[in-house]
């Protein structure tokens, strides 16, 4: 289990108590030897996939330590223990965490500082194992589920004509079809097969991708698959891509891996994820950067 960055907060002073300079890069790989992680844990992302989830804990830990004085910054990406946290160790806490920091002033002065205005009032409180970051990408995780969730509902009471180019806009949006105007008129013409729609690979149409968009509630089997290959077959087509807003068997993923025609399979939840990440169906209402300070630039 990946520990809390306030789990890391003692471990982290004790790794830095001999006095010596050290890089946070060599803290994160001692910390996790002694936190016994798993390759696995150790490479556990945070959801927007930039960091490892322990490295931004240790990270953090270290943040709160340094905002308190008991450690700080020795170059670029490096710490030292201070007098301060030396006097900390020598008291032999058993934990150290924002609970024991806010015996320091400078704790409040830090918070003040992230809650200042615009804010009219203080955050939540974190999970004791979230740092700031883990909480806003969760936050993000949970606003976009919910949207991935009325995205479905929204898909599935309207016409299936209104599917079926729903399905296209997406395949432009992703690069496929050269315009829109190409790839729509396409759609519906193929009238037989359960094709129901026919987009160029690329701007200059040298391959074809052939469709079919199912608006089902029940899991999608081999056999619709299958029929679907043979549809493929009558059309002479190598690739196709089938949609659905339910999902598909292991049989029916099973077997777009064994044949030799290359059929995507997506289901409600990667079709809600694609729409979502190319702006189909979708409208952006307010963008949030977070920034941190560039060690590098402060550096020497």
């Known amino acids: 289990m990946i520990p809390g960055f306030q789990d890391v907060m003692l471990p982290l002073l004790t790794f830095a108590s001999d006095g010596q300079d050290h890089s946070m890069a060599d803290a994160v790989e001692a910390l996790a030897h002694q936190f016994n992680l798993t390759p696995e844990e150790r490479a556990e992302l945070l959801p927007s996939g930039r960091q490892p989830r322990f490295t931004n804990r240790v990270y953090w830990a270290g943040t709160y330590l340094r905002k308190t004085k008991l450690l700080e910054a020795a170059g670029r990406g490096r710490i030292r223990i ?47 194992d979230q740092t700031p970051e ?18 479905l509902a929204r898909i599935k009471e309207s016409p299936p004509a209104f599917f079926e ?102 289901d409600g939840e990667e079709l809600t994820n694609l729409l979502v990440q190319h702006g189909v169906g979708v409208s952006e209402r307010a963008r949030y950067l977070v920034y941190r300070l560039d060690e590098e630039y402060f550096g020497q």
């Open 82 to 128: 201070t007098p301060r946290g030396l006097e900390a160790l020598a008291g032999k806490p058993a934990r150290v965490d924002l609970t024991y920091l806010a015996q320091f002033p400078e704790l409040d002065e830090f918070r003040s500082a992230t809650n200042a205005k615009p804010f009219k009032s203080p955050p939540p409180a974190l999970p004791e």
């Open 134 to 151: 883990e909480a806003i990408e969760q936050l993000h995780v949970s606003v976009t589920e919910t949207l991935r969730g009325d995205l």
């Open 165 to 266: 180019q729903l399905v296209v806009d997406l395949l432009v949006a992703m690069g496929y079809g050269g315009s829109r105007a190409d790839a729509g008129r396409a759609v519906g013409q193929s009238g037989d097969g359960g094709i129901d729609g026919i987009i160029k690979e690329d701007a200059l149409g040298l391959d074809a991708v052939y469709l079919q968009a199912k608006r089902w509630e029940n899991t999608v089997g081999r056999p619709v698959v299958q029929a679907f290959a043979g549809s493929l077959d009558g059309a002479r087509a190598r690739k196709g891509v089938l949609i659905s807003t339910s999902n598909f068997s292991a049989e029916a993923r099973d077997y777009v891996r064994i044949i030799e025609k290359r059929i995507v399979l997506i």
